[in-house]
């Protein structure tokens, strides 16, 4: 590689839930390699989420609805699967670029064998000025307190858990299963937050299915003190059959929980943050508002996603990925792999909360083909 460039192909997935494209590589420079990288609309990349496994013990409708996911559903082998090793050197790879936050996700990520290795290997490295990342797990907590420690031990310093309902047969209902409790997911909650984790708990919020848990869950984490955030039921993937008639607006939740609670908004803690935050008058716990689906934050999104086969989305919402796994399996430098993630993310032009109202309408219709959540996490 004398001349600083190298042909690498990309090949396509044969999946088409996992569509990639074939990357463009004939001329990727180690030029300009150093320094943050921002994409066609100014926007850095300071955010790395990670799905280590694309399998789950739940299926959650708008997530992994029971009626495609299966028994028989194709998850992939586990050769496929980005080994931690690989994940280790992508990470190596984005870090000059600015990325300063991982967050590991799945499908479920403590069905990952042996997950807190990875976390081990990924707390050595250290960020563009010699800081350590930011390393957070979402779970949906059936098998956080089994291993809060442990994770916590490896170098884990946040956890977010998905909760849906207090009450237990709508949480199964939900959940699509006939086992597991809200009970459980809190116990899990609760041994994270007594060993010093950072704890936040999400709820999807859906009209006429669980809106009616909004104040229970509010009280119930106004008085743990955990930060709850309310998310907007959210388009991604096509398996959920999502209408936007079933949205609960973040309008109507704050209407909601003003009917019991003070509260004012706060700042949020940094520019790309996604959620709109607010802390009760009374007591110094915050809870918040994402709202992608009624005020999109496209212009601030600085995240990038890997699926759990190497796959390099830039939107949340997106068709196609890079097949960045080929590459790697290639045996290219870190740098090399530095600057083809700087040629990908600097050509993004991703905005697609900002122009979904005129790709669709209340019935869902018009929507475009789009990656499932539990293949690339949230």
Known sequence: ???????????????????????????V?????????????????????????????????????????????????REALLSFEEIEKLVAAFI??????????????????????????????RTSD????????????LLLEQKAAVLKAAGLKRVTVSLDALDTNLFRELAGVDYGEPAQVLSGVAAARALGLETKVNMVVQKGVNDH?????????RDSGD??????????????QWRLDQVVSAHEILEKLRSAFSFRPVDRAKKHDVAERF?????????????SITRPFCSNCSRARISSEGLLYTCLFANTGTDLRTVIRSGPETDELTAIVRNIWSLREDR??????????????????KVEMSYIGG
């Open 1 to 27: 590689m004398s001349d600083g460039h190298r042909v690498i192909p990309i090949i396509a997935s044969s999946f088409e839930r996992r569509k990639a494209t074939r990357l463009d590589a004939s001329v």
């Open 29 to 77: 420079s180690r030029d300009g390699l150093l320094g943050p990288v921002q994409d066609t609309l100014g926007r850095p990349i300071t955010d790395l989420r990670i799905s280590v496994i694309d399998q789950c013990n739940l299926r959650c409708g708008y997530c992994m609805p029971k009626e495609v996911f299966t028994k028989d559903y194709p998850f992939l082998p």
């Open 96 to 125: 000059p670029l600015g990325v300063r936050k991982l967050r590991i996700t799945g499908g479920e990520p403590l069905l990952r064998k042996s997950v807190e290795e990875l976390i081990a290997r990924l707390a050595q490295l």
């Open 130 to 141: 010699d800081q350590p990342l930011e390393i957070a797990l979402t779970t949906n907590g």
């Open 213 to 221: 848990q909004i104040l229970p869950m509010a009280r119930a984490f």
């Open 227 to 240: 930060t709850l955030r309310f998310i907007e039921f959210m388009d991604v993937g096509n398996a959920n």
């Open 279 to 291: 802390v009760y008058d009374d007591m110094p716990v915050e809870f918040g508002v994402i709202a």
């Open 352 to 369: 697609y909360s900002e122009i979904r109202n005129t790709l669709t309408n209340a019935s869902g219709s018009g929507q475009r083909p």
